[in-house]
Protein backbone atom coordinates (compact mmCIF):
# COMPACT_ATOMS: atom_id res chain seq x y z
CA UNK A 1 0.00 0.00 0.00
CA UNK A 2 2.72 2.25 0.69
CA UNK A 3 4.20 1.49 -2.94
CA UNK A 4 0.84 2.89 -4.25
CA UNK A 5 0.50 6.14 -1.92
CA UNK A 6 4.46 7.08 -2.58
CA UNK A 7 3.52 6.56 -7.05
CA UNK A 8 1.15 8.44 -6.32
CA UNK A 9 3.02 11.30 -4.68
CA UNK A 10 5.67 11.00 -7.47
CA UNK A 11 3.21 11.29 -9.73
CA UNK A 12 1.65 14.30 -8.36
CA UNK A 13 4.82 16.07 -7.97
CA UNK A 14 5.82 15.48 -11.89
CA UNK A 15 2.36 17.18 -12.63
CA UNK A 16 3.43 19.92 -10.56
CA UNK A 17 6.14 20.70 -12.85
CA UNK A 18 4.39 21.92 -15.73
CA UNK A 19 3.39 25.08 -15.25
CA UNK A 20 3.34 26.73 -18.35
CA UNK A 21 0.58 23.85 -19.54
CA UNK A 22 -1.15 24.79 -16.29
CA UNK A 23 -1.61 28.17 -16.84
CA UNK A 24 -2.39 27.93 -20.65
CA UNK A 25 -4.85 25.37 -19.94
CA UNK A 26 -6.97 27.54 -17.11
CA UNK A 27 -7.21 30.24 -19.43
CA UNK A 28 -8.31 27.71 -22.16
CA UNK A 29 -10.82 26.41 -19.98
CA UNK A 30 -12.07 29.85 -18.57
CA UNK A 31 -12.24 31.40 -22.68
CA UNK A 32 -14.24 27.86 -23.49
CA UNK A 33 -16.50 28.25 -19.99
CA UNK A 34 -17.55 31.95 -21.19
CA UNK A 35 -17.62 30.79 -24.43
CA UNK A 36 -20.29 28.13 -23.79
CA UNK A 37 -22.08 29.91 -20.72
CA UNK A 38 -22.51 32.67 -23.21
CA UNK A 39 -24.32 30.27 -25.66
CA UNK A 40 -26.91 28.85 -22.60
CA UNK A 41 -27.45 32.20 -21.54
CA UNK A 42 -28.75 32.88 -25.06
CA UNK A 43 -30.60 29.87 -24.95
CA UNK A 44 -32.54 31.01 -21.63
CA UNK A 45 -33.54 34.31 -22.39
CA UNK A 46 -36.33 34.00 -24.06
CA UNK A 47 -37.96 31.72 -21.90
CA UNK A 48 -39.27 31.62 -18.90
CA UNK A 49 -38.32 28.56 -16.10
CA UNK A 50 -36.58 25.57 -16.70
CA UNK A 51 -34.97 23.49 -19.48
CA UNK A 52 -35.19 19.86 -19.11
CA UNK A 53 -34.77 20.33 -14.96
CA UNK A 54 -32.28 23.16 -15.35
CA UNK A 55 -32.08 26.64 -14.20
CA UNK A 56 -30.22 28.87 -15.80
CA UNK A 57 -28.01 28.82 -12.83
CA UNK A 58 -27.91 25.00 -13.03
CA UNK A 59 -27.01 24.89 -16.81
CA UNK A 60 -24.01 27.38 -15.75
CA UNK A 61 -22.55 25.64 -12.77
CA UNK A 62 -23.00 22.24 -15.28
CA UNK A 63 -20.39 24.73 -18.01
CA UNK A 64 -18.24 25.48 -15.35
CA UNK A 65 -18.46 22.09 -13.52
CA UNK A 66 -17.92 20.14 -17.11
CA UNK A 67 -14.94 22.72 -18.37
CA UNK A 68 -12.89 21.85 -14.71
CA UNK A 69 -13.63 18.17 -15.08
CA UNK A 70 -11.66 18.28 -18.48
CA UNK A 71 -8.11 17.58 -17.16
CA UNK A 72 -9.07 15.88 -13.95
CA UNK A 73 -10.47 13.20 -15.22
CA UNK A 74 -8.58 13.25 -18.57
CA UNK A 75 -11.37 13.65 -20.52
CA UNK A 76 -9.76 14.43 -23.62
CA UNK A 77 -7.71 11.37 -24.22
CA UNK A 78 -4.27 10.34 -22.34
CA UNK A 79 -2.02 7.78 -23.30
CA UNK A 80 0.87 7.22 -21.36
CA UNK A 81 0.60 3.40 -20.93
CA UNK A 82 0.27 3.49 -25.06
CA UNK A 83 3.27 5.57 -25.02
CA UNK A 84 5.20 3.45 -22.89
CA UNK A 85 4.10 0.22 -24.80
CA UNK A 86 5.27 2.10 -27.92
CA UNK A 87 9.14 2.88 -26.68
CA UNK A 88 9.03 -0.91 -24.71
CA UNK A 89 9.70 1.33 -21.26
CA UNK A 90 6.49 -0.58 -20.08
CA UNK A 91 8.51 -4.05 -19.42
CA UNK A 92 10.66 -2.59 -16.96
CA UNK A 93 7.12 -1.97 -15.33
CA UNK A 94 5.60 -5.39 -16.07
CA UNK A 95 9.34 -6.95 -14.38
CA UNK A 96 8.42 -5.27 -11.10
CA UNK A 97 7.10 -7.22 -8.27
CA UNK A 98 3.71 -4.78 -7.75
CA UNK A 99 0.23 -5.07 -9.82
CA UNK A 100 0.68 -3.10 -13.29
CA UNK A 101 -2.78 -2.09 -12.94
CA UNK A 102 -2.11 -0.54 -9.41
CA UNK A 103 0.59 1.18 -10.16
CA UNK A 104 -0.76 3.19 -13.29
CA UNK A 105 -4.45 3.41 -11.04
CA UNK A 106 -1.73 5.44 -8.40
CA UNK A 107 -0.45 7.32 -11.21
CA UNK A 108 -3.39 8.67 -12.08
CA UNK A 109 -4.93 9.25 -9.50
CA UNK A 110 -1.49 11.77 -8.62
CA UNK A 111 -2.07 13.62 -11.35
CA UNK A 112 -5.61 13.56 -10.89
CA UNK A 113 -5.12 14.85 -7.38
CA UNK A 114 -2.83 17.46 -9.01
CA UNK A 115 -5.10 18.68 -11.69
CA UNK A 116 -7.55 18.80 -9.16
CA UNK A 117 -5.46 21.82 -7.40
CA UNK A 118 -4.28 23.59 -10.32
CA UNK A 119 -7.28 22.76 -13.39
CA UNK A 120 -10.16 21.94 -11.43
CA UNK A 121 -10.50 24.53 -8.77
CA UNK A 122 -9.16 27.53 -10.49
CA UNK A 123 -11.22 27.06 -13.35
CA UNK A 124 -14.41 26.69 -10.69
CA UNK A 125 -13.43 29.76 -9.27
CA UNK A 126 -13.56 31.68 -12.26
CA UNK A 127 -16.84 30.38 -12.83
CA UNK A 128 -18.18 30.95 -9.04
CA UNK A 129 -16.64 34.36 -9.38
CA UNK A 130 -18.21 35.85 -12.62
CA UNK A 131 -21.40 33.92 -12.75
CA UNK A 132 -24.59 33.35 -10.83
CA UNK A 133 -24.24 29.57 -10.26
CA UNK A 134 -26.26 27.27 -8.23
CA UNK A 135 -24.25 25.99 -5.40
CA UNK A 136 -25.42 23.34 -2.84
CA UNK A 137 -25.83 25.22 0.39
CA UNK A 138 -25.74 21.96 2.59
CA UNK A 139 -22.00 20.72 3.53
CA UNK A 140 -23.18 17.56 2.86
CA UNK A 141 -23.60 17.68 -0.39
CA UNK A 142 -20.25 18.88 -0.85
CA UNK A 143 -18.73 15.78 0.87
CA UNK A 144 -20.93 13.78 -1.13
CA UNK A 145 -19.25 14.99 -4.26
CA UNK A 146 -15.57 14.27 -2.74
CA UNK A 147 -15.91 10.62 -3.26
CA UNK A 148 -18.21 11.09 -6.34
CA UNK A 149 -15.27 13.11 -8.24
CA UNK A 150 -12.73 10.13 -7.32
CA UNK A 151 -15.12 7.54 -8.57
CA UNK A 152 -15.65 9.77 -11.91
CA UNK A 153 -11.44 9.16 -11.66
CA UNK A 154 -11.47 5.63 -11.56
CA UNK A 155 -14.09 4.91 -13.66
CA UNK A 156 -12.34 7.37 -16.69
CA UNK A 157 -8.81 5.61 -15.90
CA UNK A 158 -10.61 2.16 -16.29
CA UNK A 159 -11.90 3.10 -19.70
CA UNK A 160 -8.45 4.69 -20.44
CA UNK A 161 -6.91 1.87 -19.31
CA UNK A 162 -8.21 -1.05 -21.39
CA UNK A 163 -8.15 1.42 -24.70
CA UNK A 164 -3.83 2.47 -23.80
CA UNK A 165 -3.33 -1.36 -23.80
CA UNK A 166 -4.70 -1.77 -27.69
CA UNK A 167 -1.41 -0.41 -27.98
CA UNK A 168 -0.54 -3.76 -27.43
CA UNK A 169 -2.80 -5.03 -30.29
CA UNK A 170 -2.16 -2.16 -32.80
CA UNK A 171 0.15 0.06 -34.41
CA UNK A 172 -1.03 3.10 -33.95
CA UNK A 173 -3.61 4.50 -31.23
CA UNK A 174 -4.42 7.52 -33.22
CA UNK A 175 -7.83 6.27 -34.73
CA UNK A 176 -8.90 4.57 -30.98
CA UNK A 177 -8.19 7.98 -29.63
CA UNK A 178 -10.62 10.45 -31.71
CA UNK A 179 -13.40 7.98 -31.49
CA UNK A 180 -12.80 7.52 -27.92
CA UNK A 181 -12.65 11.06 -26.82
CA UNK A 182 -16.11 11.68 -29.09
CA UNK A 183 -17.76 8.77 -27.15
CA UNK A 184 -16.94 10.08 -23.85
CA UNK A 185 -17.47 13.63 -24.94
CA UNK A 186 -20.66 12.92 -26.03
CA UNK A 187 -22.11 9.98 -23.37
CA UNK A 188 -20.49 11.33 -20.53
CA UNK A 189 -22.83 14.68 -20.62
CA UNK A 190 -20.06 16.55 -21.32
CA UNK A 191 -21.58 18.48 -24.00
CA UNK A 192 -25.05 18.94 -23.15
CA UNK A 193 -26.48 17.57 -19.84
CA UNK A 194 -27.53 14.43 -20.34
CA UNK A 195 -31.15 15.53 -19.28
CA UNK A 196 -30.80 17.32 -22.60
CA UNK A 197 -31.10 14.45 -24.47
CA UNK A 198 -34.17 12.53 -26.03
CA UNK A 199 -35.59 9.47 -23.93
CA UNK A 200 -33.76 6.85 -26.44
CA UNK A 201 -30.75 8.17 -26.09
CA UNK A 202 -31.18 8.66 -22.46
CA UNK A 203 -31.59 5.00 -22.16
CA UNK A 204 -28.36 4.21 -24.22
CA UNK A 205 -26.34 6.39 -21.78
CA UNK A 206 -27.88 4.81 -18.56
CA UNK A 207 -26.14 1.26 -20.42
CA UNK A 208 -23.01 3.21 -20.54
CA UNK A 209 -20.48 4.14 -17.80
CA UNK A 210 -19.15 7.69 -18.86
CA UNK A 211 -21.97 8.94 -17.34
CA UNK A 212 -20.19 8.41 -14.13
CA UNK A 213 -17.62 10.25 -15.17
CA UNK A 214 -19.01 13.84 -15.75
CA UNK A 215 -23.10 13.45 -15.66
CA UNK A 216 -22.96 12.13 -12.06
CA UNK A 217 -20.86 14.34 -10.18
CA UNK A 218 -22.61 17.08 -11.58
CA UNK A 219 -25.77 16.03 -10.81
CA UNK A 220 -25.23 15.25 -7.05
CA UNK A 221 -23.18 18.68 -7.21
CA UNK A 222 -26.91 20.40 -8.34
CA UNK A 223 -28.82 18.15 -5.74
CA UNK A 224 -30.42 16.65 -8.53
CA UNK A 225 -29.90 13.06 -7.52
CA UNK A 226 -29.73 11.16 -4.77
CA UNK A 227 -26.51 10.84 -3.44
CA UNK A 228 -26.58 7.08 -2.37
CA UNK A 229 -28.10 5.38 -5.58
CA UNK A 230 -25.54 7.92 -8.01
CA UNK A 231 -22.56 6.90 -6.26
CA UNK A 232 -23.82 3.44 -6.27
CA UNK A 233 -23.66 3.75 -10.24
CA UNK A 234 -20.28 5.14 -9.97
CA UNK A 235 -18.84 2.42 -7.57
CA UNK A 236 -20.56 -0.39 -10.01
CA UNK A 237 -18.99 1.03 -13.35
CA UNK A 238 -15.25 1.37 -11.16
CA UNK A 239 -15.29 -1.94 -10.63
CA UNK A 240 -17.08 -3.23 -13.76
CA UNK A 241 -14.42 -1.72 -15.72
CA UNK A 242 -11.37 -2.70 -13.38
CA UNK A 243 -12.32 -5.85 -14.11
CA UNK A 244 -12.60 -5.65 -17.76
CA UNK A 245 -9.18 -4.36 -17.52
CA UNK A 246 -7.75 -6.54 -15.79
CA UNK A 247 -9.47 -9.01 -18.15
CA UNK A 248 -7.93 -7.42 -21.23
CA UNK A 249 -3.96 -6.81 -19.15
CA UNK A 250 -3.78 -10.50 -18.98
CA UNK A 251 -4.46 -11.35 -22.25
CA UNK A 252 -1.88 -8.51 -23.41
CA UNK A 253 0.50 -10.23 -20.85
CA UNK A 254 0.04 -13.47 -22.16
CA UNK A 255 0.70 -11.97 -26.12
CA UNK A 256 3.93 -9.88 -24.48
CA UNK A 257 4.90 -13.43 -22.94
CA UNK A 258 4.14 -15.12 -26.15
CA UNK A 259 4.44 -13.31 -28.92
CA UNK A 260 7.51 -10.64 -27.21
CA UNK A 261 5.16 -7.59 -27.73
CA UNK B 1 28.07 -27.76 -4.12
CA UNK B 2 25.98 -25.13 -5.02
CA UNK B 3 23.73 -25.45 -7.38
CA UNK B 4 24.31 -23.03 -10.92
CA UNK B 5 21.97 -19.78 -10.65
CA UNK B 6 21.02 -20.42 -14.09
CA UNK B 7 20.06 -23.68 -15.69
CA UNK B 8 19.39 -23.63 -19.14
CA UNK B 9 18.05 -26.40 -21.71
CA UNK B 10 17.04 -26.62 -25.29
CA UNK B 11 15.67 -23.23 -24.97
CA UNK B 12 13.96 -22.26 -27.85
CA UNK B 13 11.88 -19.06 -28.97
CA UNK B 14 9.58 -18.95 -32.26
CA UNK B 15 7.82 -16.06 -33.55
CA UNK B 16 5.25 -16.01 -35.95
CA UNK B 17 5.52 -12.82 -37.94
CA UNK B 18 2.60 -11.88 -40.02
CA UNK B 19 2.97 -12.49 -43.82
CA UNK B 20 2.78 -8.81 -45.29
CA UNK B 21 0.46 -8.96 -48.57
CA UNK B 22 0.81 -6.08 -51.35
CA UNK B 23 -2.36 -4.39 -52.34
CA UNK B 24 -5.45 -3.62 -50.85
CA UNK B 25 -6.81 -7.00 -51.63
CA UNK B 26 -3.30 -8.39 -50.14
CA UNK B 27 -4.07 -6.23 -47.04
CA UNK B 28 -8.21 -8.11 -47.08
CA UNK B 29 -6.67 -11.24 -46.87
CA UNK B 30 -4.72 -10.49 -43.77
CA UNK B 31 -7.36 -9.54 -42.18
CA UNK B 32 -9.08 -13.28 -42.85
CA UNK B 33 -6.02 -15.02 -42.93
CA UNK B 34 -3.19 -14.39 -40.50
CA UNK B 35 -1.23 -16.68 -41.48
CA UNK B 36 2.33 -15.86 -40.87
CA UNK B 37 6.39 -17.02 -41.43
CA UNK B 38 7.86 -18.92 -38.07
CA UNK B 39 11.19 -17.21 -36.80
CA UNK B 40 12.87 -19.32 -34.90
CA UNK B 41 14.68 -16.16 -32.32
CA UNK B 42 16.48 -18.79 -30.57
CA UNK B 43 16.98 -22.82 -31.28
CA UNK B 44 17.93 -25.06 -28.65
CA UNK B 45 20.43 -23.13 -26.06
CA UNK B 46 21.89 -25.00 -23.45
CA UNK B 47 24.14 -23.40 -20.87
CA UNK B 48 24.45 -23.06 -17.23
CA UNK B 49 25.81 -19.76 -15.16
CA UNK B 50 27.34 -20.27 -11.79
CA UNK B 51 27.27 -17.85 -9.07
CA UNK B 52 29.78 -15.10 -9.27
CA UNK B 53 30.03 -15.51 -12.83
CA UNK B 54 30.20 -12.42 -14.65
CA UNK B 55 29.55 -13.61 -18.21
CA UNK B 56 28.58 -11.92 -21.87
CA UNK B 57 26.56 -13.32 -24.82
CA UNK B 58 27.94 -12.07 -28.12
CA UNK B 59 26.53 -11.85 -31.03
CA UNK B 60 25.49 -9.64 -34.29
CA UNK B 61 21.83 -7.58 -34.03
CA UNK B 62 18.98 -10.41 -34.04
CA UNK B 63 21.23 -13.30 -32.94
CA UNK B 64 18.58 -14.11 -30.34
CA UNK B 65 20.59 -12.81 -27.17
CA UNK B 66 17.64 -10.57 -26.39
CA UNK B 67 15.19 -12.87 -26.50
CA UNK B 68 17.15 -15.28 -24.34
CA UNK B 69 17.65 -12.83 -21.50
CA UNK B 70 13.93 -12.30 -22.02
CA UNK B 71 13.31 -15.82 -21.55
CA UNK B 72 15.52 -15.56 -17.95
CA UNK B 73 13.71 -12.84 -16.95
CA UNK B 74 9.97 -14.60 -16.99
CA UNK B 75 9.36 -11.46 -19.64
CA UNK B 76 9.11 -14.24 -22.44
CA UNK B 77 7.70 -18.02 -22.06
CA UNK B 78 9.95 -20.34 -24.65
CA UNK B 79 8.37 -22.12 -27.17
CA UNK B 80 10.23 -25.19 -25.84
CA UNK B 81 12.89 -26.04 -23.34
CA UNK B 82 13.60 -25.64 -19.81
CA UNK B 83 15.19 -23.13 -17.47
CA UNK B 84 15.75 -22.26 -14.10
CA UNK B 85 16.96 -19.16 -12.35
CA UNK B 86 17.86 -19.42 -8.52
CA UNK B 87 15.76 -22.70 -8.62
CA UNK B 88 12.25 -20.29 -9.92
CA UNK B 89 11.09 -20.72 -13.54
CA UNK B 90 11.32 -17.92 -15.14
CA UNK B 91 7.91 -17.19 -16.56
CA UNK B 92 5.89 -19.07 -14.12
CA UNK B 93 7.49 -17.46 -10.94
CA UNK B 94 7.94 -13.92 -12.53
CA UNK B 95 6.80 -11.39 -9.28
CA UNK B 96 9.19 -13.69 -7.21
CA UNK B 97 12.20 -13.65 -9.38
CA UNK B 98 11.49 -10.06 -9.75
CA UNK B 99 12.99 -9.27 -6.41
CA UNK B 100 15.99 -11.42 -6.94
CA UNK B 101 17.02 -10.25 -10.57
CA UNK B 102 17.91 -6.31 -11.32
CA UNK B 103 17.31 -5.94 -15.56
CA UNK B 104 18.94 -3.19 -17.32
CA UNK B 105 17.82 -2.68 -21.01
CA UNK B 106 20.16 -0.76 -22.99
CA UNK B 107 17.98 1.44 -25.29
CA UNK B 108 15.22 1.82 -22.30
CA UNK B 109 14.73 3.55 -18.93
CA UNK B 110 13.06 2.22 -15.83
CA UNK B 111 13.31 6.39 -14.09
CA UNK B 112 10.38 8.31 -14.31
CA UNK B 113 11.55 11.27 -17.14
CA UNK B 114 10.22 14.59 -15.63
CA UNK B 115 11.41 13.73 -12.01
CA UNK B 116 14.83 14.44 -10.51
CA UNK B 117 16.89 10.98 -10.52
CA UNK B 118 16.88 10.36 -6.85
CA UNK B 119 13.04 10.35 -6.80
CA UNK B 120 12.79 7.42 -9.13
CA UNK B 121 15.64 5.66 -6.84
CA UNK B 122 13.89 6.44 -3.25
CA UNK B 123 10.75 4.83 -5.13
CA UNK B 124 12.32 1.30 -5.73
CA UNK B 125 12.37 0.96 -2.01
CA UNK B 126 9.35 0.35 -1.69
CA UNK B 127 8.20 -1.26 -5.06
CA UNK B 128 11.36 -4.05 -3.61
CA UNK B 129 10.46 -3.74 0.00
CA UNK B 130 14.01 -2.73 1.38
CA UNK B 131 14.50 -2.16 4.71
CA UNK B 132 15.49 1.79 4.97
CA UNK B 133 19.06 1.51 6.26
CA UNK B 134 20.10 -0.92 3.89
CA UNK B 135 18.46 0.99 1.35
CA UNK B 136 20.54 3.76 2.45
CA UNK B 137 23.76 2.40 2.60
CA UNK B 138 23.18 0.59 -0.53
CA UNK B 139 22.18 4.00 -2.47
CA UNK B 140 25.02 5.55 -0.38
CA UNK B 141 27.60 2.81 -2.03
CA UNK B 142 26.27 3.32 -5.79
CA UNK B 143 26.22 7.48 -5.18
CA UNK B 144 29.93 6.93 -4.46
CA UNK B 145 30.43 4.33 -7.53
CA UNK B 146 28.59 5.86 -10.19
CA UNK B 147 29.73 9.19 -9.31
CA UNK B 148 25.83 10.20 -9.05
CA UNK B 149 25.98 12.62 -6.67
CA UNK B 150 26.08 16.08 -9.68
CA UNK B 151 22.91 15.12 -11.32
CA UNK B 152 21.11 13.31 -8.97
CA UNK B 153 18.83 16.12 -8.51
CA UNK B 154 18.49 16.50 -12.13
CA UNK B 155 15.47 15.67 -13.77
CA UNK B 156 16.07 12.17 -15.85
CA UNK B 157 15.08 14.08 -18.97
CA UNK B 158 17.62 16.63 -18.97
CA UNK B 159 20.72 13.42 -18.38
CA UNK B 160 23.27 12.59 -20.58
CA UNK B 161 22.84 8.79 -21.85
CA UNK B 162 26.22 8.02 -19.80
CA UNK B 163 24.28 9.53 -16.95
CA UNK B 164 20.99 8.63 -17.39
CA UNK B 165 22.88 4.66 -17.36
CA UNK B 166 24.19 5.31 -14.41
CA UNK B 167 21.13 6.00 -12.64
CA UNK B 168 19.68 2.71 -14.11
CA UNK B 169 22.57 0.91 -12.91
CA UNK B 170 22.24 2.27 -10.02
CA UNK B 171 17.99 1.57 -9.96
CA UNK B 172 19.35 -2.35 -11.10
CA UNK B 173 21.06 -2.88 -8.27
CA UNK B 174 19.62 -0.90 -4.95
CA UNK B 175 17.19 -3.90 -3.97
CA UNK B 176 20.79 -5.99 -3.81
CA UNK B 177 19.77 -8.62 -6.55
CA UNK B 178 22.08 -11.54 -5.89
CA UNK B 179 21.82 -11.84 -10.17
CA UNK B 180 22.02 -8.45 -12.73
CA UNK B 181 20.76 -8.88 -16.19
CA UNK B 182 21.89 -6.48 -18.31
CA UNK B 183 20.90 -6.01 -22.46
CA UNK B 184 23.23 -3.82 -24.26
CA UNK B 185 24.84 -1.70 -21.21
CA UNK B 186 27.04 -0.02 -23.40
CA UNK B 187 25.58 0.88 -26.89
CA UNK B 188 25.63 4.41 -27.76
CA UNK B 189 28.24 5.50 -24.97
CA UNK B 190 30.92 7.35 -25.09
CA UNK B 191 34.38 5.67 -24.21
CA UNK B 192 34.64 7.56 -20.91
CA UNK B 193 31.08 6.25 -19.85
CA UNK B 194 31.62 2.81 -21.41
CA UNK B 195 34.70 2.73 -19.31
CA UNK B 196 32.85 3.57 -16.45
CA UNK B 197 29.98 0.93 -16.73
CA UNK B 198 32.33 -1.63 -16.84
CA UNK B 199 34.16 -0.48 -14.03
CA UNK B 200 30.63 -0.57 -12.54
CA UNK B 201 30.19 -4.18 -13.30
CA UNK B 202 33.85 -5.38 -12.40
CA UNK B 203 33.18 -4.13 -9.21
CA UNK B 204 29.66 -5.30 -8.16
CA UNK B 205 30.81 -8.57 -9.52
CA UNK B 206 33.90 -8.60 -7.55
CA UNK B 207 32.49 -6.65 -4.14
CA UNK B 208 29.06 -7.96 -4.13
CA UNK B 209 29.35 -11.14 -5.48
CA UNK B 210 26.64 -10.13 -7.91
CA UNK B 211 26.30 -12.61 -10.92
CA UNK B 212 26.13 -10.58 -13.94
CA UNK B 213 25.04 -11.80 -17.43
CA UNK B 214 25.55 -9.02 -20.20
CA UNK B 215 24.42 -9.40 -23.96
CA UNK B 216 26.59 -6.93 -26.17
CA UNK B 217 28.00 -6.65 -29.56
CA UNK B 218 30.85 -4.78 -28.37
CA UNK B 219 33.77 -7.28 -27.87
CA UNK B 220 35.96 -4.83 -26.03
CA UNK B 221 33.40 -4.67 -23.34
CA UNK B 222 33.96 -8.51 -23.27
CA UNK B 223 37.78 -8.54 -23.60
CA UNK B 224 37.83 -5.90 -20.36
CA UNK B 225 35.00 -7.88 -18.46
CA UNK B 226 34.87 -11.52 -18.38
CA UNK B 227 36.35 -14.59 -18.36
CA UNK B 228 33.67 -16.54 -20.28
CA UNK B 229 31.84 -15.74 -22.98
CA UNK B 230 28.85 -17.69 -25.29
CA UNK B 231 28.67 -16.43 -28.72
CA UNK B 232 25.49 -16.94 -30.32
CA UNK B 233 24.16 -16.40 -33.83
CA UNK B 234 21.06 -17.24 -35.73
CA UNK B 235 19.28 -18.68 -32.30
CA UNK B 236 22.20 -20.84 -31.52
CA UNK B 237 25.13 -21.01 -29.28
CA UNK B 238 28.64 -21.07 -31.39
CA UNK B 239 31.13 -20.93 -29.24
CA UNK B 240 30.94 -21.31 -25.05
CA UNK B 241 33.95 -21.23 -23.07
CA UNK B 242 36.88 -19.49 -22.07
CA UNK B 243 38.11 -16.23 -23.76
CA UNK B 244 41.54 -17.39 -23.71
CA UNK B 245 40.86 -20.15 -25.19
CA UNK B 246 38.93 -19.30 -27.78
CA UNK B 247 41.95 -16.98 -29.13
CA UNK B 248 43.73 -20.08 -28.43
CA UNK B 249 42.08 -22.07 -30.72
CA UNK B 250 40.36 -19.64 -33.46
CA UNK B 251 43.27 -16.96 -33.01
CA UNK B 252 46.24 -18.95 -34.71
CA UNK B 253 47.53 -15.80 -36.78
CA UNK B 254 49.09 -13.21 -34.82
CA UNK B 255 50.50 -10.32 -36.69
CA UNK B 256 54.18 -9.41 -36.31
CA UNK B 257 54.82 -5.90 -36.66
CA UNK B 258 58.90 -4.64 -37.22
CA UNK B 259 60.48 -1.86 -37.76
CA UNK B 260 64.19 -1.44 -39.59
CA UNK B 261 66.30 0.64 -38.52
CA UNK B 262 67.35 3.41 -41.40
CA UNK B 263 65.77 3.40 -44.59
CA UNK B 264 62.41 1.97 -45.80
CA UNK B 265 61.33 -1.71 -46.70
CA UNK B 266 62.19 -1.62 -50.73
CA UNK B 267 62.50 -5.03 -51.04
CA UNK B 268 59.93 -7.76 -48.98
CA UNK B 269 61.54 -9.04 -45.84
CA UNK B 270 62.25 -12.91 -46.00
CA UNK B 271 58.99 -14.54 -45.12
CA UNK B 272 59.12 -17.71 -43.73
CA UNK B 273 55.58 -19.86 -43.07
CA UNK B 274 54.74 -15.68 -42.95
CA UNK B 275 52.88 -13.34 -45.47
CA UNK B 276 53.48 -9.38 -46.10
CA UNK B 277 50.21 -7.70 -44.97
CA UNK B 278 51.43 -4.38 -45.50
CA UNK B 279 54.63 -2.39 -45.48
CA UNK B 280 54.12 2.05 -44.37
CA UNK B 281 58.09 3.61 -44.58
CA UNK B 282 60.27 1.39 -42.26
CA UNK B 283 57.32 -0.45 -40.42
CA UNK B 284 55.73 -4.03 -41.55
CA UNK B 285 53.33 -6.16 -40.74
CA UNK B 286 53.33 -10.08 -41.06
CA UNK B 287 50.61 -12.31 -40.55
CA UNK B 288 51.83 -15.83 -38.88
CA UNK B 289 50.48 -18.95 -38.12
CA UNK B 290 52.42 -19.39 -34.90
CA UNK B 291 51.79 -23.12 -35.33
CA UNK B 292 53.63 -23.27 -38.44
CA UNK B 293 56.40 -20.90 -37.68
CA UNK B 294 57.24 -19.49 -34.25
CA UNK B 295 57.77 -15.75 -33.29
CA UNK B 296 61.31 -16.40 -32.45
CA UNK B 297 62.47 -18.10 -35.57
CA UNK B 298 60.56 -15.38 -37.90
CA UNK B 299 62.29 -12.69 -36.09
CA UNK B 300 65.18 -14.06 -37.11
CA UNK B 301 64.76 -14.67 -40.24
CA UNK B 302 63.92 -10.58 -40.75
CA UNK B 303 66.56 -9.86 -38.71
CA UNK B 304 68.55 -11.75 -40.91
CA UNK B 305 67.74 -9.86 -43.83
CA UNK B 306 68.04 -6.05 -42.27
CA UNK B 307 68.60 -4.73 -39.11
CA UNK B 308 65.69 -3.97 -36.79
CA UNK B 309 65.16 -1.14 -34.39
CA UNK B 310 62.19 -2.76 -32.93
CA UNK B 311 59.77 -5.69 -32.86
CA UNK B 312 56.17 -6.04 -31.56
CA UNK B 313 53.48 -9.10 -31.63
CA UNK B 314 49.98 -8.11 -31.86
CA UNK B 315 46.96 -10.40 -30.51
CA UNK B 316 44.22 -10.85 -32.73
CA UNK B 317 41.13 -9.30 -31.77
CA UNK B 318 38.30 -11.12 -30.38
CA UNK B 319 36.27 -9.57 -32.75
CA UNK B 320 38.41 -11.19 -35.50
CA UNK B 321 38.38 -14.06 -34.24
CA UNK B 322 34.30 -14.24 -33.83
CA UNK B 323 34.06 -12.77 -37.21
CA UNK B 324 35.61 -16.17 -38.42
CA UNK B 325 33.30 -18.36 -35.71
CA UNK B 326 30.31 -16.69 -37.41
CA UNK B 327 31.79 -16.93 -40.87
CA UNK B 328 32.84 -20.77 -40.62
CA UNK B 329 29.62 -21.70 -37.81
CA UNK B 330 30.99 -25.20 -38.73
CA UNK B 331 34.32 -26.12 -39.11
CA UNK B 332 37.66 -27.49 -37.88
CA UNK B 333 36.92 -26.81 -34.42
CA UNK B 334 33.64 -28.48 -34.92
CA UNK B 335 34.70 -31.66 -35.75
CA UNK B 336 36.80 -31.91 -33.01
CA UNK B 337 34.14 -30.96 -30.92
CA UNK B 338 32.45 -33.70 -32.51
CA UNK B 339 34.61 -36.48 -31.42
CA UNK B 340 35.38 -35.50 -27.98
CA UNK B 341 31.19 -35.87 -27.75
CA UNK B 342 30.81 -32.02 -26.97
CA UNK B 343 27.52 -31.24 -28.65
CA UNK B 344 24.65 -28.41 -27.89
CA UNK B 345 22.92 -31.04 -26.01
CA UNK B 346 25.38 -32.24 -23.78
CA UNK B 347 27.24 -28.94 -22.76
CA UNK B 348 24.30 -27.36 -20.91
CA UNK B 349 24.10 -29.71 -18.47
CA UNK B 350 27.46 -29.00 -17.13
CA UNK B 351 27.05 -27.68 -13.48
CA UNK B 352 28.93 -24.63 -12.56
CA UNK B 353 31.96 -26.04 -9.81
CA UNK B 354 32.57 -29.23 -12.57
CA UNK B 355 36.62 -29.23 -12.82
CA UNK B 356 36.06 -28.47 -16.74
CA UNK B 357 33.81 -26.18 -16.75
CA UNK B 358 35.85 -23.61 -18.72
CA UNK B 359 36.50 -25.89 -21.58
CA UNK B 360 34.85 -24.68 -24.56
CA UNK B 361 32.40 -26.26 -26.31
CA UNK B 362 31.62 -25.49 -29.93
CA UNK B 363 28.48 -26.27 -31.00
CA UNK B 364 27.81 -27.11 -34.64
CA UNK B 365 25.51 -25.55 -36.53
CA UNK B 366 22.26 -27.46 -37.84
CA UNK B 367 22.33 -27.77 -41.73
Known amino acids: MRLYLEVARLSFRRHLAYRAATIAGLFTNSVFGVLIAA ?95 ALPRSPLTWLAVAPSLVLAVVVSFGWRFVLNLSAFWLL ?19 LVPLAFFPPELRAVTNLLPFRAIVMLPI ?43 | MAAPLI ?31 EVHAVAGVSFGVGRGELLAFVGPNGAGKSTTIKMLTGILVPSA ?67 LDPFLATPVRQLSLGQRMRGDLAAAVLHDPPLLYLDEPTIGLDLVAKARVREFLAEINRDRGVTVLLTTHDLADVEALCRRMIVIDRGRLLYDGAIDDLRRRYGTHRTLVVDRDGGA ?51 PAIEEIVRRIYGEGTGAAVAEDARSGR ?20 IPRSP
Open chain 2, 7 to 37: VARDLSKTFLVARRRGGALGALRGLVDRGGT
Open chain 2, 81 to 147: GEATVDGLVPWKQRKRLARRIGVVFGQRTQLWWDLPLIESLELLRHVYRVPADRFRSNLAAMRELLA
Open chain 2, 343 to 362: TASSGGTLPADEPDRDAPRI
Open chain 2, 265 to 315: WDVAPPLPGAELVKTEGPRAWLRFDRQKVSAADLIAAVAAGAPLRDVAIEE
Open chain 1, 39 to 133: VFTALYRDRAGDVAGFSLPEALTFVWASQSLITFAALWGWWEIATAIKTGDVVADLMKPFSFQGYWLSRDLGRAACHFLLRMLPTFLVGGLFYDL
Open chain 1, 172 to 190: DHRGISSIAVLVVNFFSGF
Open chain 1, 219 to 261: EILLGQRAVAPALGIQLFWAVALALLAQAVLASAVRKVVIQGG
